[in-house]
């Protein structure tokens, strides 16, 4: 029987996940150990964990959620986790309400990014949204995977999501991309709209809009079905996808807040 540690060290505490194998399928047994202070080694490390075995997969996020830990999910015989506090769209930036009641969000600078190793910090964007819609989590089992930065919602009303993705995947030589350098309209639309709804936007485009603020080009787009507007950019060496839709009741009944929403996002 081998047996695989996943170590995370932090000035504040520890996370160890040891996954023995071989098991019954669905019922890896796992040896689940935190603590509240730095590593330790010898006997003080063992005297300050506390060690919890576990049986089941339920039991392991239970267990790991106690140790300040989420478990995103399980990919074959793979534990995905991650440290409270830098799982991508846990960090407040929402301001407070205006006259109107809306808040705008700016990415906080301190932000983690999980957009692979060796990339530049992303350059912060904002948009606002109205009273009522709050951050939820970010999944990297998400249709856009890892580049899939920030989610909104409000489930009265729609939700909105993020995606940041790196210029370098799609075009060489664009540190200082713009949304022109990436290509038209129709051609960012065509390449990146299944991104969003994970199918081909053929026929489904019904408005294409062009804005430009300080200096920063945006494209604007309505489609259907479903029912999204997205709104895409450039900056740095990423490209950026903002996307807001709801379903048809919600699309109906509060469009125009929706259509305000996805025209407020900016790069910052």
Known sequence: MSSALLSFPSSSSSLFL?????????R??????CSSGPTLSGTHEEESERVALVGRRHALASTAAACGVSVLGFAGDGLAVVKQG???????????????GWRTYRRP???????GVGWSPIIPYSFKVPGGWEET?????????TEIDLRFGNPKEGRLSVIVAPTARFADNLDDATIEKIGSPAKVINAFGPEVIGENVEGKVLSTATSEYSGRT???FELEPPH????????????YLFSVTANGLQWKRHYKD???IAESFRVV
Request: aromatic residues 4%; positive net charge; hydrophobic residues 40%.
């Open 228 to 239: 999204i507007f997205i709104t895409a950019t450039a900056a740095g060496n990423r490209l």
């Open 86 to 100: 830098l799982l991508a769209g846990r960090i407040p930036g929402l301001s407070e309400p205006d006259e109107n």
């Open 28 to 33: 890896a047994a796992a040896a689940v150990r």
């Open 218 to 220: 945006y494209y604007q």
């Open 258 to 260: 929706l259509k305000q």
């Open 109 to 115: 600078d301190e932000k983690s990014g999980g957009h």
């Open 137 to 145: 989590p970010v999944s990297i089992a998400d249709l856009g995977g």
């Open 18 to 26: 040891t996954k023995q194998i071989p098991a019954a399928k669905g």
